[in-house]
């Protein structure tokens, strides 16, 4: 430790020896800005085709980094009024190195990216920017969408709700913002379509995430999932939730810490301990009796109940451990929407898995949704570890560093700040008791807005941001609230919480992205009043700003803005990024948290023993505390939830590593089935391999007196519904393949006659499209089955991922193999009506062909084949899924 000590104290820390070398290009830069500010636009402009034409005789990015972003810095200057820093230019090498860049919050990321985008965006193979919302996407598109197209690049933007032509022109454009939400389930949909055509995305090249934090960390936890409807299961959801209501927690048993040495009364015990650390329910026996009680049934863990355990354990779970307006609201729809715990924004179109969140619909007494089955799904990590290049910006990332280095090998660079931060960090204040914490909240924002300092009040769930606003009300204190519930306004609101006698309550991060300048923003002001770009917007604007310059000299005066935090959140990352939200570009600014020991971290984490210690010491309710010792304790505590949160997200992706491989396979196929004209061949090699395997498994054992003739006929009937002649019994067994296959050839060429070639082309693509997806949805399934059941393994000292990996492989290769099968015996098995009519099919129709599909005597009519993966199982599949159950 003494030696890192003394080596950063000679040589510096890495990341100021990494921005050292930096300074030398800038100086490069700087160099030959007087150049290029006296070029004409059309000089200036005409730079991109000339470093275009540079990159293809051979030259790197690297090579025309100097002048690209000289080029960048003074259109920026032109066209938005806007000069990059220094540092801007040290966090776009950053940037296009491959990692992260750490600016403070204000330090200008927007403009700061715009140097490599516009560099990478010269080789034509696209650049994505991925942001938190679509108001962002939007916003920063059309900042600086007119500087792009001034030096020849174009822009498109992918927000909700727009069709796929607008969503292809916008992928297929220089550069792609857009939020990472639409680019993951863009790609998952890719791979579900039915033609070429019809996909949107071109390769991965190149990413910068804003906010990359946000994103790749706390957003890693949920994976993307495109769902369809599965069996219905809802009236299962309102029993348990009506069972769960009439449950008691056996609070007394929770606080036992060794049960095993501990004699309990039964009277002690109610029905269920909830363990708020690990995120968990545990029925007990009285409650396991009660529940068979209510349900009259004689044993709650019999083979024929067991799935009603899954729906107890989701109903205790909605019950205690998922808090309406804290985890999830209801819109006005009566919809449960999801709250990000750690940003406080709306997760639209997301849901929770497994039937927690029919179980959170039933306790809230709403319309309980059918459940889904998993179509297609994709982890952020794995999805952004397609990318050729990565790379991110935000305002805090150094305490999630390891992380970043293990999941997507990216470093985390510190670029300095424009002007040295001011701000001023006050220790924490510790109460007793909630109810004191908030009389001294209420007390110290009464002080601020009587001196006129703006506040921002960070909150961390909107229960809690409504409780301080009804607070303020009571104080007679105006004030802006900002959460999940007012998020459309929320840029406009944190845009002016820097003006003077301005107080602003925000959960969490609420409003990240949008700066708080001291004064307020004219541009907001204006921008409501009249269009930009229009004269009467150019006056109003001056008006506003003359006002917003007023205001913050009154507001520095006063001792800029002050950060109020309500509790501490269980990220330092997240503490660290409301505090950075006052002192931007060197303006002065305040921050301090008010704690009690009923907050949540602190109640989990020792805030019995503190209780204990301050009751002994005599320390009265409503008295203050401030001591480095209880700051020490809290930063332990966020310590050992961030690890073990990064836990849970590193074995995510270790089980969807295995999915991810699988995943890269299939869709490569699906990509190979959707762009070849004739699948003919491929479909024969599979026929092939399908007679080997079941003459294989039929006639094996070294002589004939071994073979199961019987077995093999039922096969063959079964598959291809084709009968053996009894003549091939006294063949070898490559005889016997090579007659099957030239009988089976025979007969698919005929059907080919029948229909003419270029239909009987379309009719195998899109059979063999519908089976492989229909196995990959069913593979899915089983590896979700999987894993909820091997985890259980590592009770038995087993490693529950490597048995993952090796269970898994067995199900995808009996996947493949189901492919190959149904595939051939799909279409051997087609038997065409008006076959006069089929000839001329046009592709559409194709899709739409009637046919029967027969086995073992159940004869199924099938009206069209979009239909065949929601038949249901016939005979023979729901014989080997038995089989493999057992």
């Known amino acids: 430790m003494l030696v890192d000590k003394i080596t950063k104290k000679l040589f510096g820390t890495q990341d100021e020896r990494e921005v050292k070398k930096m300074r030398k290009v800038v100086d490069k830069i700087n160099a030959i800005e007087p150049q290029f500010q006296n070029y004409t636009d059309g000089e200036l402009a005409a730079k991109t085709a000339e470093f275009k034409e540079r990159l293809a005789k051979g030259e ?155 994103i790749l960390i706390d957003e890693a936890r949920t994976p993307l999932i495109i769902s369809g409807a599965a069996e219905e299961t809802t009236e299962w959801y309102n029993t348990f939730a009506e069972v769960a209501k009439r449950l008691k927690r056996s609070y007394k048993t929770e606080e036992i810490k060794d049960k095993k040495n501990t004699v309990i009364p039964d009277e002690d015990w109610e029905d269920y301990e909830v363990d708020e650390k690990s995120h968990t329910v545990t029925i007990t026996d009285k409650g396991i009796r009660n529940v068979e009680r209510m349900l009259k049934i004689d044993n709650l863990y019999s083979p024929e109940y067991v799935e009603l355990t899954h729906f107890l354990t989701q109903a205790l779970k909605a019950k205690e451990l ?80 390891e992380e970043f280095k293990q999941i997507y090998n990216l470093k985390v660079i510190e670029v300095p700040t424009n002007r040295p931060v001011i701000r001023i960090d006050m220790p924490d204040v510790v109460y007793m008791t909630t109810r004191a914490k908030y009389k001294a909240i209420g007390d110290k924002i009464k002080e601020l807005y009587e001196k006129g300092q703006p506040v921002l009040v960070g909150t961390a769930s909107i229960q809690h941001s409504e409780e301080v606003s009804e607070l303020l009300k009571k104080l007679r204190i105006p004030h802006e609230i900002l959460n999940a519930k007012h998020h459309e306004r929320e840029a406009e609101i944190i845009a002016q919480a820097g003006r003077y006698k301005t107080v602003t309550i925000a959960t969490n991060m609420a409003g990240r992205g949008t700066d708080i300048k001291l004064g307020g923003d004219p541009d907001s002001f204006a921008a409501k009043v009249a269009e930009k770009g229009t004269e009467e917007y150019d006056e109003i604007f001056k008006v506003y700003q003359k006002d917003c310059e007023e205001n913050k000299e009154k507001v520095i005066k006063a001792g800029g803005l002050f950060i109020l935090g309500t509790e501490r959140h269980e990220s330092r990352r997240i503490d660290n990024q409301l505090r950075g939200r006052a002192g931007r570009q060197g303006d002065p600014g305040t921050s301090e948290f008010y704690l009690s020991l009923d907050d949540d971290l602190m109640r989990l984490f020792g805030g019995d023993k503190l209780k204990s210690m301050m009751k002994v010491l005599n320390i009265g309710e409503y008295e203050e505390i401030r001591h480095k010792q209880i700051s020490k304790q809290i930063e332990n505590a966020q310590k050992r939830i961030e690890s073990r949160n990064f836990s849970s997200r590193k074995s995510l992706i270790e089980y969807d590593d295995v999915n991810n491989t699988q995943r890269e396979v299939i869709y490569a196929q699906r990509d190979a089935v959707l762009s070849n004209e004739n699948l003919k061949e491929l479909i024969f090699d599979m026929i092939r391999e399908t007679v080997e395997d079941t003459v294989e498994m039929s006639l094996s054992g070294d002589s004939k007196s071994d073979w199961d003739f019987n077995l093999l006929k039922d096969k063959l009937n079964e598959i291809f519904e084709y009968d053996m002649d009894e003549s091939l019994e006294s063949k070898s067994k490559d005889e016997i393949i090579d007659q099957v296959y030239e009988d089976l050839i025979k007969r698919y060429n005929e059907k080919e006659e029948i229909v003419g070639e270029e239909v009987f082309r379309r009719i195998e693509r899109y059979i063999m499209l519908e089976v492989l997806d229909q196995k990959w949805r069913q593979h899915l399934k089983d590896l979700t089955e999987l894993r909820e059941g091997i985890r259980l393994r590592s009770y038995g000292q087993r490693n529950p991922i490597h048995d993952y990996k090796i269970v898994g492989f067995e199900i995808y290769n009996e996947m493949i193999d189901a492919i190959k099968r149904e595939t051939g015996s799909f279409l051997l098995k087609l038997k065409l009506r008006n076959e006069e009519e089929t000839a001329n099919l046009k592709h559409e129709e194709a899709k739409n062909l009637k046919y029967e599909y027969t086995e073992e005597n159940e004869a199924e009519t099938i009206e069209t084949a979009e239909e065949v993966p929601q038949r249901k199982l016939s005979r023979r599949e729901r014989r080997e899924m038995e089989r493999k159950n057992n």
């Open 60 to 214: 790197t990015l690297d090579d025309i980094l100097v002048e690209a972003f000289a080029t960048v810095r003074e259109a920026a200057r032109r066209i938005l009024g806007m000069r990059a820093y220094d540092v801007q230019l040290i966090g776009g090498m950053i940037l296009h190195s491959g990692n992260i860049a750490e600016m403070k919050t204000g330090e200008g990321k927007t403009l700061m990216s715009t140097l490599p985008i516009y560099l990478n965006a010269l080789t034509g193979k696209g650049v994505h920017v991925v942001t938190v919302n679509d108001y962002l996407a939007k916003r920063d598109r059309d900042i600086m969408s007119d500087m792009f197209e001034f030096l020849g690049l174009n822009s498109g933007v992918i927000v909700a709700n727009i069709s796929n032509e607008e969503r292809k022109r916008a992928y297929n454009a220089d550069i792609t913002y857009g939020t990472n939400n639409e680019f993951g389930f863009d790609y998952l949909r890719d791979n579900m379509v039915g033609e070429l055509e019809e996909k949107v995305q071109r390769k991965h090249n190149f990413a910068i995430v804003d906010e990359i934090d946000s």
């Open 322 to 401: 998922f808090k309406l307006d804290r985890d999830y609201i209801i819109n006005e729809k009566g919809e449960v929407i999801i709250v990000d715990e750690f940003t406080g924004r709306l997760m639209d179109g997301r849901r929770y898995s497994d039937g927690l969140h029919q179980a959170i619909e039933a306790k809230e007494k709403l319309e309980v949704a059918g459940e889904n089955q998993t179509l297609a799904t994709i982890t952020l990590q794995n999805y952004f570890r397609m990318y050729e290049k990565l790379s991110g910006m935000t305002g805090t990332a150094k305490t999630e560093e």
